[in-house]
């Protein structure tokens, strides 16, 4: 048992820079205070005692602001940031290692009781600030979910998901999309690089008008070329785009590459 305590302390100094000390976060951190008053609240729950463990729960959301059924599971090292109107239905599953912030929902979409209505996090999932993720489906290992998305559908291990309803943006070589080491780095507020599809869509159209501009001012510079016989204007209409005027590097730092 103090072993799991040291590593929930633990995970806090590691993934919140604003954490002085081991004190303060025990004492300060609403989010430590909601997971160990979750671990007696389950136990009630899967022992028969529902009314124990609502109760319990209930004084956590009232002293935390985080509303974790006593029927979800937790895995270890799980961290709830600023984790205010976090509410977490009964079916649901955090994996080891998630990191959830403030106005998460992991809530339902189905009223029939039994059934998982609830989804399920992978290990070291980020859910941002104010996401929704609504259904019981399973979101993968390393996966983000940005802020203020609503996920409604699976998310595949290491993707990202954002936008109403959510788009995922698929992993690269199976590991989130922002990592460029062998051991990744916590991303706070699953901030990365190339969160966004629609502006990897724009990059991409860019870079291929580019492209195309380029290969016609070389035909056209061929052209000139190979008319040896016959004066430029015979072969070349005046307004034959033989230089490139295409600004590509500044409609890209508008998109935001």
């Given at each position: ?9 633990q995970?806090v100094l590691?993934?919140d820079p604003?954490?002085?000390g081991?004190?303060e ?7 430590l205070?909601a997971v ?17 463990g609502?109760?319990i729960?209930h004084l ?18 799980v961290f709830?940031?600023h984790?205010?109107?976090?509410v977490?239905?009964?079916?649901a ?6 990191t ?8 339902g979409?189905s009223?029939?009781?039994?059934t998982k209505?609830?989804?399920t996090l ?11 993720v609504l259904?019981?489906?399973l979101?993968g ?10 996920v409604i559908k699976?998310v ?20 989130s ?17 190339e ?5 990897q869509?724009m990059?991409?159209?860019i ?9 016609i ?5 061929a052209i000139e070329k190979?008319?040896s016989s016959?004066t ?8 034959a785009?033989r230089?490139e ?8 730092q508008?998109?935001g590459?």
């Amino acid at each position: 048992m103090f072993a799991r305590i040291r590593s929930d302390i633990q995970c806090v100094l590691e993934r919140d820079p604003a954490a002085r000390g081991i004190w303060e976060v025990v004492t300060c951190y609403p989010g430590l205070h909601a997971v160990w008053l979750h671990r007696p609240a389950h136990w009630c729950w899967n022992h028969g005692l529902k009314w124990p463990g609502r109760f319990i729960s209930h004084l956590a959301r009232w002293f935390t602001g985080i509303e974790i059924h006593p029927g979800a599971k937790l895995g270890n090292r799980v961290f709830f940031d600023h984790a205010m109107g976090v509410v977490v239905g009964e079916t649901a599953e955090i994996g080891d290692g998630c990191t959830i912030y403030q106005g998460v929902t992991l809530g339902g979409t189905s009223l029939y009781k039994g059934t998982k209505r609830h989804p399920t996090l992978g290990k070291d999932v980020v859910v941002s600030a104010g996401a929704k993720v609504l259904g019981g489906f399973l979101v993968g290992d390393g996966a983000k979910i940005g802020s203020n998305a609503v996920v409604i559908k699976p998310v595949p291990a290491g993707a990202t998901a954002v936008g109403i309803p959510a788009r995922i943006i698929p992993s690269k070589t199976g590991e989130s999309a922002d990592v460029t080491e062998p051991h990744a780095k916590f991303s706070a507020y699953g901030i990365t690089q190339e969160d966004d599809p629609l502006s990897q869509a724009m990059r991409g159209l860019i870079d291929t008008a580019s492209g195309q501009e380029h290969q016609i001012a070389l035909l056209w510079q061929a052209i000139e070329k190979l008319s040896s016989s016959k004066t430029e204007s015979d072969c070349v209409p005046a307004d034959a785009a033989r230089n490139e005027c295409f600004e590509a590097e500044k409609l890209n730092q508008l998109v935001g590459k």
